[in-house]
C-alpha cells in the first residue's frame, strides 16, 4: 500500500495512462461476479511479447463491484492455478486462473472473498488490517504480513488457512522502526527452510533495504540494494533456490515503474548486501501500475511461470492487473 500523500499524486501522474487503456479496450459489462478485460503488454503496439527475459502470456484487468474488492497485495499461486492474494483492508481472495490451449491468461473462475480474523476469530479492523504480503509454506499453511501494526501471522491449514484464526510468527524486531507504510511488503520460503523478508522502505547503513533471513530460532539481517527510488513489493523463490525480487517506483513526472531482479540461491546468507541481476524492467509504454504482487509456479512442461499483481489502492484512476509470463531460462 502507498501513503495518502503518494495517492494524492497518482491522480495526475496516471490521468493520461488510464485514459489511453480505456480507449484500447473495451468497456467492462455491469455484473455481480468478477470481470477482466484483456490488456496488452505495450497497448501501443499489441505485437510486443517480451520485456527482458520475460515472455508475456497475456493480462487482465480485473473489476468487481464486490464491496470490499481492491487492495491486492501478496500473491501465491499453486500449480493446479489457484490463485489467493490479501488485501489493504484485511480480506483474503481466491480464484481459479484460467488459461487457454495455447497456455495464455485469459480470465479467472469461481472468485471469493472473505475477511481475514483475528486470533479470537474477529474480521480486522482498523490498523490491524493492512495485509500486504503472502506466502504458502510447504505443509499447506499460509504466512501473511501487515504494515501500520507491523507482525507477521501464520494462518495454520488444520484450522482454515486464510479462513481461520492465526498464530503469531517470528518477525525480526527491528521492524517495528519501519515507517507505518513501509514495512514487510515481501516474504518467500527459501529452499532450507528459512522466511526471507523485506521492508519497503526501511534501510540499513548505506542505504540497502532491510532485509531478515528468519529461521531455526535465529533472525539474520541482511540489505538489499536495487535501482534508486526502487523499493521492493515482493519476493518469490524459484526451484532452483534463486529468488526473484519486485521492486516498484512512483515520481509525480514520472509515473509507475517497476523492476523484476534475480538473487542467487547461494548469495543469500546473513551480513551480506544483495544486489539482484536485471531480468525485466517496465516503463511506459509498456502495461505498468503499482505492482506488489508476484508468485512463481511451473508450467506443465515444466517451464517457470510468473505471475505479476497490481494494487489499486482503492482509487479509480488505478487497476487491478494480473499480468503472466514465461521465465527464458
Not at 492474494?85 to 481466491?94: E, K
Request: net charge neutral.
Amino acid at each position: 500500500m502507498m501513503g495518502g500523500r503518494s495517492l494524492v499524486r497518482i491522480v495526475v501522474a496516471v490521468a493520461m495512462a488510464s485514459a489511453m487503456a480505456l480507449a484500447c479496450g473495451d468497456a467492462f459489462a455491469a455484473s455481480a461476479s468478477l470481470s477482466s478485460r484483456p490488456v496488452a503488454l505495450d497497448p501501443t503496439d499489441r505485437t510486443v511479447r517480451q520485456v527482458g527475459r520475460l515472455h508475456f502470456l497475456g493480462g487482465l484487468d480485473l473489476r468487481w463491484n464486490k464491496p470490499g474488492f481492491g487492495g491486492l497485495s501478496g500473491l501465491s499461486v499453486s500449480v493446479d492455478g489457484q490463485l489467493t492474494a490479501v488485501t489493504d483492508r484485511g480480506q483474503w481472495f481466491s480464484a481459479h486462473i484460467v488459461r487457454d490451449d495455447a497456455g495464455r491468461l485469459v480470465g479467472l473462475a469461481d472468485a471469493a472473498m472473505g475477511p481475514l480474523l483475528d486470533a479470537e476469530g474477529r474480521p480486522l479492523q482498523g490498523q490491524w488490517r493492512d495485509a500486504e504480503a503472502l506466502e504458502r509454506l510447504p505443509g499447506g499453511d499460509r504466512l501473511v504480513s501487515f504494515e501500520q501494526r507491523h507482525r507477521v501471522w501464520r494462518y495454520p491449514l488444520e484450522t482454515g488457512g486464510l479462513k481461520g484464526r492465526p498464530v503469531p510468527y517470528p518477525a525480526p524486531k527491528g521492524i517495528a522502526a519501519a515507517p507505518d507504510n513501509g514495512g514487510l511488503e515481501a516474504l518467500t520460503p527459501l529452499a532450507d527452510g528459512r522466511i526471507l523478508m523485506l521492508a519497503e522502505s526501511l534501510k540499513r547503513t548505506g542505504g540497502a533495504r532491510a532485509g531478515w533471513l528468519v529461521g531455526d530460532g535465529k533472525v539474520d539481517t541482511f540489505g538489499y540494494r536495487t535501482a534508486r527510488d526502487f523499493k521492493p513489493t515482493d519476493a518469490a523463490t524459484l526451484p532452483n533456490g534463486d529468488v526473484l525480487v519486485l521492486s516498484r517506483y512512483f515520481k509525480l513526472l514520472g509515473g509507475f515503474k517497476a523492476r523484476l531482479e534475480r538473487i542467487p540461491a547461494g548469495a543469500i546468507e546473513g551480513g551480506t548486501v544483495l544486489k539482484g541481476e536485471l531480468l525485466a524492467r517496465f516503463t511506459p509504454p509498456l502495461t505498468v501500475d503499482n505492482f506488489e504482487g508476484l508468485a512463481v509456479t511451473h508450467d506443465t512442461d515444466g517451464g517457470t511461470l510468473v505471475y505479476i499483481l497490481s494494487d489499486d489502492n482503492f482509487h479509480f484512476l488505478q487497476r487491478t492487473l494480473l499480468l503472466l509470463f514465461r521465465l527464458d531460462e
